[in-house]
Each structure stands twice: as C-alpha cells, then as structure tokens.
C-alpha cells in the first residue's frame, strides 16, 4: 500500500504491480501483422471481435471497443474463443466410418464430397415423391433431412435453403426450435 | 422473465445494469435465483410452468384498475373491433375456445374471427388457421370490420378481454404461481407506474418462455400487456427476445426451417397452393405490406430459378417442392427412428445432446442409412455408432450398426467471410482472419460444391425429378486456394438486383419478372453495391441509435412498428420518449431512426379507391404487418391453441389446473411411444425439473466443452436442489444423485443451494430442480445430458420441446456402472 501511494498508483494497477515474471511478459497481441474485424459466434448479442494474426495463425481474439452493441466487452466465452479457432481437439481431416465399421478410416475430401454427392442423388432417386394419393404435386424427398444453421452465417443458410429446395429435401431445421 | 440474462447474455446485460444506474427499476421472474436476480431490483420466485398465470394476472390488474393507456390502445389495437357471434370463451367452456374438435383434436378457427371481416394473420400457418372464406381481405372492395370506439360492446375485444382475464386475480397468482399476492401485486404496480406517455417498460425474455407447451402464449401474453400499457414501437419498450445463437435470427429469417422460405413467406403446401395466384390469394391480406407477397415470392423465384422463373411457367412455383404435414425436427427424427429417413446432414447441431430426449435421437440415428456431420470437433453426434452411452449399456452395438458416417471438419467464424444476423436483427459483417487449415472448409463452400458436384452428375437429366436443382442459378464466384464461393456475392444475391443493379429498398420489389431478391426482408443491405453490413462506424461517433453500425432488416430500421412512438396526429407521446414524428413542414417522417411507414404519408391519409398494399392502411395505423393496422390483443387468425393466452399446466405437473376443468393445452403435440413415454403417476415423480444454460458453456457443448479454459470453468454436470428437498431425499452437497423420468436416468453432482427456493402451490410444498443441458461423453469436460430425461412434447404452434417445466424424482448415488 505504502509502495502503491509513493509510487503514485493508488489503485496498484501500474508499475508497482509488476513482479520480475511480469516484466518478462508481453501482450498476446504484440507481433500481431494484421487485425480482422469480426463478430463473436456464441450467443446472439453479437459482440465485435479483433482477431489478431501473425503467421497466418490467429494469435489472439479481443473485444472490439468501436461497437456501439458490445463496447470492448466480452463474456468468459467470447474471450475464449481464440481457443475455439485453435482448440488441441479441433479436427482438421475427413474422417470416415464404413457401414458396420468399429473404426474411423481416412478419405480424401474430394473423395468424400464425390461419395455424398452420389449418397444424395440415390436416396433422392429411391424415395421421390412426385404426388401424394390424390394426385396433388409433392416434388420432394422426405428420405434426406438437415439439421443446423443457427451457428452459420446468413449466407450459408441460404445457401443450404437454396441447395435443398431444389433438390426436393423439405425437412430442413435448425436451432430455432431447441 | 424466462430469462437468466446477466449469465446467459452478459454483455446485453451491461446496458439493464447501465439503465438501473440512472434509476430503472429491474424485476427478475424466474424459478431459480441467479446473477441476474442478485442483480435485480425486486426478485420474484415462481413455479415453473405458471407464467401466463403471472402475465394474465397483470392483464387483469390493468383493466381492473383502468391502467391502460386509453389512447393507445384505442388507435393502435384492436381493442375496439367487435367479434363474431358464436365465438366463445374459456370462461363458457370450461378451459376451452369455440371450435374445438375433439376428434380432430384441434380448433376450428373460424368464430374467433371479426364480425364484417376475416383477417389474415402476419405470420403462422396462414393457410391452415383462416378459415377458407368467400371474404379473404380488407379494405378495398372488402367491408371494414365492426368497432366500438367507447370500448363498451360486450362482443368487443376489450371487454371480451377483461372478461377473460377476470379470474386472474393476485390471490390466483399465489395459487398458481406460489408468488405472494402482495409481491405480485408490486410488481403489477410498478410496471403500470412506469408506463404512458412519459415512460416505457420493456420485458425480455429467452428459452425460459419458449420451451413450453404453451410456448407461444407466453409472448402473447406479454404482448398484451405492452399493447395496454403502450409499450411498443416506443424507446425503451418492446418484448425483448435473447436469442441463444450468433445467426439464430438470421437462420429463421433466411431460414433453415422446414416451414417458411426466405422472408417468411410460407413453404408451399400440397394442400392449399396448387399455383402462385392461389398462394397468394390463400395467405397474402390485400392490406399493409403483406399485400405485396407477390412481389416478394416472384423476386425469391427469380433469385433461385432465374430465367427458369418465367410468366409462362407460373414464374416457376411449380419447381418448388411442397409440405403436408408438420415436417419439424422431432417429427423427423421419430421418422429417422421408423427408418424412414435415410440420409442426414448435421450442419453445426448435435442433437445426441441438444434435442429433447436426446436418448431417442442417438437410437434413431443408428437407423439411418448415411450421415453427414460438418462440425470444429468430433461431437456426440458424429461418434455415438462406437461410445454413446447405449453402446455401453449394450442397448446398440457397433457392429450392428448400419450408419456410414462422414464427419467433414468445419470452418470457425475467423476463418471465413459472412454475416450473422443478431437477437436485435441487426446483420454485422465479420472478415475472414485467415484460411482454414487442413481439410477445414465453410458451410459455403460445402453447400457450393455439393451442388455443383450433383448438378453435374444429373446434367442432361430429363427426369421431372431433376428439374428444379438443374434449374437452381448456381454460379457463384471463387476466390483463394480452395475456390470459396464469394460470401458478398451471396449476399448480393439476397439483396436483389433490378435492371440498374443492387435493390435498396423492398419497395422496389416487382412481380413481373424484373426483379430478383433472395430474401425481401434483407432487401437494402447491399444497397448501391456497397456491403452495409459491413459498416463499423465507432458507436461513440454516432447517435445513440447507432443506425451507421452494421444493417437491420427492414431497411435499416432500428425498432419496428416505429410509428407508434408517436401519437395519431404524429407528435410524440412525451419530450421525453421522442422517436419519430411527422414533420408538416416538410411533409415527412423524421426522428431518430427509419420511419415504419412511408416516410411521406401524412398523419391523416385514408386510403381511397384503388390503393393496395400500405397504401390501403391509414396515416394513423402503425402495425403496417397486420391486414387491419391494428395490433392484435385478440389474435382472430394465426394460432392452433386460441386466440387468448390461457394457464394450462405443462404436461407434466405435480398439480391440476385450480383454473379450468382442461388441465393441459388441449392442442399441445403428443408422440407417445415405448421410446418417448411421459411421466404420470405424479408420486414416482413428484418433483418439477428445470433445464438451463450457464455462463461458460454453450448448449450442447461443441463450441465450449473442448475449449480448455471453459471446460476447466465448469468441469462438471451438476442439479441446483434446495436444503429443504437436500433433507427430503437426504441429498449431499457436492455428492452424487440420479435423477429419473419415464425417458431415462442421468447422474450428476448434487448443488444444495438457498437460489432455488420450495414454493408453497395449491397449499402443498412443491420442489424444483434445476439442470444445466451442456454435456454429453466426449470432450474435455464429460457428464450426463440433461436432454436424456426431458420427453419430446411440444407447442402447437411453432413445435418447441417442452423442456422447462417437467417432472422427475431424484434420489442419491450413482448411475448402475458408475459406481466408484
């Protein structure tokens, strides 16, 4: 208290707060080469967010004090979430697991985007419904459904609306109901 | 009420914190006593379940006390309009409305309507909950509906609503509710104080109010109030909704909802829109700016069928595929477990958590014949064919399960372009930091080259069956190393474009052809070409209306109904609530914020012959949704449950109704199965069970329960239970109990705590238990799912699970196997 008043920091959120460990330390955001302005993906307040980036790696994730909604503010998940984008049990390869199989196997990307494209075209093939019993269109399958959106963006829901639409798959939900 | 907001939206609660420093008064509702409460000025206890009681007792305080704001409701509520003759009340039915089928086991709407008009409703299943008449409209050729401006017809929606509300007096609050009279009766005061002219109140709310049978009634019911007290489309006011996803708001508005097309335009039913003009016709009121459905639905065709949406082929409607029946997630699933459903994207959802009786939803998934799962790590939901907690209880195995998984790993939000949509509309752009590693990919980029991929293996198809995906316009853009569609040229797309590029305003939406728009709502957030979501002008640079950051959909409005901010000759209620008004001089609208109503229509307009659309409301008609102008305190059209909130209990209840002989809401949808059964012997389960959210985790867990510093947050599974049900069932604080339904038995830490108070109900002790819903057998912080022991019982309305008020009994120790 006595170091805190001489030294002018009353509050001991200044100099006399520093120890030898802290002096070594520097802000996670130093180095940083580029700043993206983004928004927070938990709840739906949508609080701005300061993705730094060195490396093309995000380093550190912060509230952004320029958004009239948030102001710098974030939760305990929002200032977590530069672990979100680099958590140790992200996944980053397709896995795949065979009918019956006990393990999950490797595909290729481009392999498994071929394999669902076929899934897809043949469960729509088998289960088409053009009309129902009296005759009136239908134009759909109901043996393909989806589920999720409420975590994606605006874009990508319109594109997954768009995409099955066309394809006849009317039993599209998402969060909004749960 | 029905929300935990300090906890569960922390930084939204910055600003009730920021209002209560200058003197707001802050009353918290809720079952259970959190930071929210503890935050609060006045905390109120209530039984979970009893909320229309509690809001239909403040509806009855108002009007027996002459509370409401007379002028108000009296130019912008239906207050005045008179009801048909045959319509009939819960009071002269013993819980019911008119028009109930008990065979049917539904309502047959059609004697809630208007006396002299049938009014469509804004949103819901128009088709379905308006009676197919000779006289479908308003205005225009079609008679106004009856009205008494003195509010004393019997058949009146006021007195009909004092009538209905009567028996809601405090002492039935207590009743119901176990809230003392006098504390209920203090919170009915204060909000009748700070309400009128000079003041306004607002209510929020979250899953606490949605997740019941009577989900829906809930909102209406606070709707009522705010309508009396002349709390909305006023600064300050409003029925708040705290949404519990980033673009929750924006996947219901573009949705991915089987139900509703972009800008909730409903999905064509087999039943009822055989073409467009029949669509229209069924679903669109001539009045207010509904009356341009066409316009909308023809720009959506366009954006979707391009120039395979032409005149001659009904600009494509006929493409698009139809609905028949309630085609929602748990109806899905129970088809998924008959083996119906064979194939299944999961885009970001893990439902082997997150969806009631999640038990059930993990069974049918072992039915189904492939699996997709897009999600940052290796959910519940993409691993329950080799460790769900059936395998380990021997109910599945492995080998006998036929299910091919694909589990494609995910962009995060930093890596990836786009915009969410928020719980206040407001769409905000967010760039991308850097690229995806690995395999990682966007939804975006899946969606895209999923499509493209079956488009080019069905080109030169000539199956009616492949005519409407070959007929999709499905060429956007790519950009970088792994060819992203270019997320602003979607946008743009959803903005629409005209002969002379990007749309900015819905207005300009035409039904011939020369529009395209992917969503009306949206239209304007591309306005001039230039991304105006993506606006980041600093809040404290700008007024406190901050209508520079970002984009809310309608056009760029910040509060909707706006209009009614001001009084019917547009001067402003108060100084002091000053929004927007009308401004003779100029001969516009001016304020604050966007208009909502043509910037340019006087105050005393009447529609004369030949208007349509806005043109046919009044100057002085704010509700510019609704057929009639008015905001609805009687809902004539529109819901499946009544046109007035009524208290049922939920499904599961230790209590009959003290109300009505109708315990239940009759219409509530019920899927009893071996696999879905519901509690009733209410002495195996006596207790009433609560499911909630906490601050370090985020439903069912993907996005919190692998990240280190959360799960190390909150490591474990755990029941709030109070001392006195802690002494009942000899529960220790920090040991283990099984809590059990009909559905299943989870374990978790016990939490002994004074926050969850016993209530005193109907002259009996009743205990509630509380659980948070966020774990599940994988990541870094494991435990039971909350979901296992909920049944899948849900709104009429909107098909919601009712996962805040069931039942349950609880006992100490351990599940069998888990057993130190």
Known sequence: MLRQLGARDPLGLGLTARSEATAGREARILGAERVARSVCPYCAVGCGQLVYVRNERVIQIEGDPDSPISRGRLCPKGAASEQLVNSPLREYRVKYRRPYGTEWEDLSLDQAMDMIAERVIETRRRTWEEEDAEGRPLRRTMGIASLGGATLDDE??????????????????????? | MGSNMAECHPVGFQWVMEAKRRGATVIHVDPRYTRTSANASLYVPIRAGTDIA??????????????????????????????????RDTEDLSGLFSGWDPEQGAYDPASWQYEGMVAKPAVGMREVTVPVGERDGHRGDEPEPEQDPTLEHPRCVFQILKRHFSRYTPEVVEQVCGVP?????????????????DRTTAFAYALGWTQHSVGVQNIRCAAIIQLLLGNIGRPGGGILALRGHASIQGSTDIPTLFDLLPGYLPMPHAHHHPDLDTYCRMDAPPGGYWGRMREYTVSLLRAYF??????????????????????????????????????????????????????????????????VVRDLVEIESASFWRDAPEIASGELRTKEIPTEVFFLPAAAHAEKDGTFTNTQRLLQWHERAVEPRGDCRSELWFMYHLGRRIREKLAGSSDPRDQAILALTWDYPTRGPYQDPDAEAVLAEINGYGPSGPLSTFTELKDDGTTSCGCWIYCGCFAGGVNQAARKKPGREQSWVAPEWGWAWPANRRILYNRASADPQGRPWSERKRYIWWDATAGRWTGHDVADIKADMAPDYRPGPGARAEMLLRGDEPFVMQADGKAWLFAPAGLRDGPLPVHYEPHESPFDNPLYEQRANPARQRFERSENRTNRDRRRFPYVLTSYRLTEHHTAGGMSRFVPFLAELQPEMFCEVSPQLAAERQLVNGGWAVITTERSAIEARVLVTDRIKPLRVGGRTVHQIGVPWHWGNRGLARGSSAN??????????????????????IRPGRLPGKEA
């Open chain 2, 54 to 87: 509690f809001l239909g007792g403040i509806v009855n305080y108002i009007l027996q006390n002459g509370r409401e704001f007379r002028e108000y409701v009296t130019a912008y509520t239906n207050a005045a309009t008179i009801l048909r003759e045959d319509f």
């Open chain 1, 156 to 178: 990508e829901n319109y594109l997954i609306k768009k995409l099955f639409t066309g394809l006849g798959v009317v039993q599209v939900e998402n969060q909004a109901r749960i």
């Open chain 2, 306 to 371: 391009g120039d395979h949406a032409r005149a001659d082929n009904d600009w494509g409607f006929g493409l698009l595929p139809r609905i028949d029946g309630d085609h929602s997630t748990y109806p899905t699933v129970l088809a998924m477990l008959d083996g119906r459903v064979k194939g299944f994207f999961l885009l970001g959802e893990n439902p082997a958590v997150g969806s009631a009786n999640s038990r059930l939803h993990r069974l049918a998934m072992a039915h189904l014949e492939w699996l």
């Open chain 2, 181 to 197: 009279a006098e504390l209920f009766t203090r919170v009915a005061e204060t909000l009748c104080q700070n309400s009128g002219r």
């Open chain 2, 788 to 809: 296992d022991v909920f049944p899948i019982l849900l709104d009429p309305n909107v098909h919601i699970q009712e996962t805040k008020a069931a039942t349950c009994d």
